[in-house]
């Protein structure tokens, strides 16, 4: 079955230092790939997107580009906050809307 | 205005009772789901139903049932409730669509004792 793998946390880094939250997944066909993040206490919100081979999603500073050659979804982002503190969720969705997600990356951003 | 929610946002209970968590989506989504949140934070989909019906049923034991009574509304049941069922129950929402993001409540946090 579909399966989505994240580097493990938790991630501990310096405010304004570079940010990479391994994603990769395997399914058949064509997925669509998806960020998620959670704040303590809240439910999780769609961060970005992308539906095809090359699409890059973007949204708040953090990107990540679909990479179907290495079946890749990696989060980037050049200067963390602390604001940023969060789970981050790596997502699939296949037909039918059957999501799969993978088991989260705690970050933690110290000042 | 919120878009998916849940009540309670916190259950306390005891072993042996039944519980019921309610969610509604005001979004005109056909498709509503119910995720299991556990302590480590790892998601795993429960149901899943489109216009009040079940497409979706993991494998989760019988004692949790859940109810659509029209598609903006998917309750789930829960009977007699065990230890291993604390967690943090989140309800969601999406369009039909494909690629469509799914919408997220904030979750209902079920603590047995």
């Known amino acids: 079955g579909d399966s989505v793998t994240q580097m493990e946390g938790p991630v501990t880094l310096s405010e304004e230092a570079f940010l990479t939250i391994n994603c990769t997944y395997t399914a058949t066909g064509y997925p669509s790939l998806f960020w998620y993040v959670q704040y303590p206490g809240e439910g999780l919100q769609l961060l970005l997107k992308?539906?095809?081979?090359?699409d890059k999603g973007s949204n708040k500073g953090f990107e990540a580009t679909y990479r179907k050659e290495t079946t890749s979804f990696h989060l980037e982002k050049g200067s963390v906050q602390v604001s940023d503190s969060a789970v981050y969720f790596c997502a699939l969705a296949n037909y039918g809307q059957n999501f799969v997600f993978g088991p989260g990356t705690r970050l933690s951003v110290l000042p | 205005d919120t878009a998916v929610s849940q009540t309670p946002k916190y259950l306390v209970t005891q072993m042996g009772n039944d519980k019921s968590i309610k969610c509604e989506q005001n979004l005109g989504h056909d498709t509503m789901y119910w995720y299991k949140q556990d302590s480590k934070k790892f998601l795993k989909i429960m149901f899943s139903?489109?216009?009040?019906?079940?497409?979706i049923n993991e494998t989760v034991p019988n004692r949790f049932s859940p109810k659509s009574p029209d598609k903006a509304h998917l309750n789930l049941h829960i009977n007699s409730l065990e230890l291993g069922d604390s967690a943090v129950y989140f309800c969601?929402?999406?369009?039909?669509?494909?690629?469509?993001?799914?919408?997220f409540g904030n979750g209902t946090r079920l603590t047995v004792t």
């Open positions: 992308a539906t095809k081979a090359d």
């Open positions: 969601a929402s999406s369009p039909q669509t494909n690629n469509s993001p799914l919408h």
């Open positions: 139903y489109n216009n009040k019906e079940l497409i």
